[in-house]
């Protein structure tokens, strides 16, 4: 269990500790969470407290049975035979010096550091933006790359302000699971009236993303049935390299319910009305791709 006290601090903070604990006073948090999530909460607060305070109490393995840590200058946590203990200080450590407080200091190295994050951010992005991208998403028949099969291939090509589509059905003889079905829309009669095969349908995916970079979201997926697939027809292996959007996400959304694609979206309002649709998630997957790079979190 943890309770933290708040003053003064930004209002995206206390969003940020309403995800995670209940606000049952202004300013008092109370929530019962992980020491690992616990030391991600104060990291957080370390990093977004601005210029006001925090206090934090949670359990621990002493005699008191809790513990505690403070920002606040006029206190220190002083421990006492084994029991922690609040010393209120008389007087400051070091003289002050007007202008040159440890909260001018920290907001000076804060706007510095924004100052600093935004040029490598605009650097980045003007080098992302300037070198054009494939995101790609497969349908396949199941998630077994030695037994299953690829259904449907989209791409979406972004080089500046400009896309470009490839979308592609693939005829199968293989029996298409029911949970397929309905999460694709995809039947055997459908992509035997519309698809090609898998040939031609890779022919013309190689063709169309010539040797640019190809953006996924949990991409390696994709990947190890393109892989196999390319070499099953005998074609040319792909000499492209792969870059996955979940590890960026999750580096820099850590407190997220869950990393599914849906939820990742919906994080980044990006809209998407035709889940399991590859032309679609493709789509969705350069829209957050280009996200990224604005944020300066994602560069090739």
Not at 51 to 80: C, H, I, P, S
Not at 92 to 110: E, M, Q
Not at 151 to 168: D, L, R, T, W
Request: hydrophobic content about 40%.
């Amino acid at each position: 269990m943890i309770v933290v006290t708040l003053t003064k601090v930004p209002n995206s903070l206390r969003g940020d500790l309403t995800k995670w604990c209940q606000e049952i006073q202004t300013g008092v948090y109370v929530g019962n969470v992980t020491a690992k999530i616990r030391d991600e909460l104060w990291n957080r607060i370390m990093r977004d407290i601005g210029n006001g305070q925090a206090t934090m109490a949670y359990n621990t393995n002493n005699e008191l049975g809790y513990t505690f840590k403070t920002t606040r200058f006029d206190r220190t946590v002083v421990d006492y035979d084994g029991i922690p203990l609040m010393m209120h200080l008389i007087s400051a450590d070091k003289p002050i010096k007007h202008g040159f407080s440890n909260a001018a200091k920290f907001h000076k190295a804060k706007m510095m550091a924004k100052r600093t994050d935004s040029k490598r951010a605009e650097k980045q992005q003007v080098e992302s933006e300037s070198k054009p991208f494939v995101s790609i998403d497969i349908e396949t028949t199941g998630l077994n790359v030695s037994t299953d099969k690829i259904i449907a291939i989209g791409a979406v090509k972004s080089y500046g302000s400009n896309v470009e589509n490839f979308y592609q059905l693939i005829n199968t003889d293989q029996k298409i699971p029911t949970a397929v079905i309905k999460l694709t829309g995809l039947t055997l009669e459908k992509l035997i009236s519309e698809g090609v095969s898998l040939e031609n349908a890779l022919r013309g995916f190689q063709k169309f993303i010539s040797d640019l970079p190809l953006v996924g979201y949990n991409v390696h997926f994709d990947e190890s049935f393109l892989t196999a697939s390319f070499r099953n027809t005998k074609l040319a292996s792909l000499v492209n390299n792969f870059y996955d959007l979940m590890p960026v996400v999750k580096n820099n959304n850590r407190f997220l319910d869950n990393y599914r694609l849906k939820t990742v979206l919906e994080t980044y309002n990006i809209k998407n009305e035709n889940f399991h649709n590859a032309l679609a998630d493709a789509q969705a997957t350069c829209d957050l791709a280009e996200q990224l790079i604005k944020k300066g979190v994602f560069r090739f």
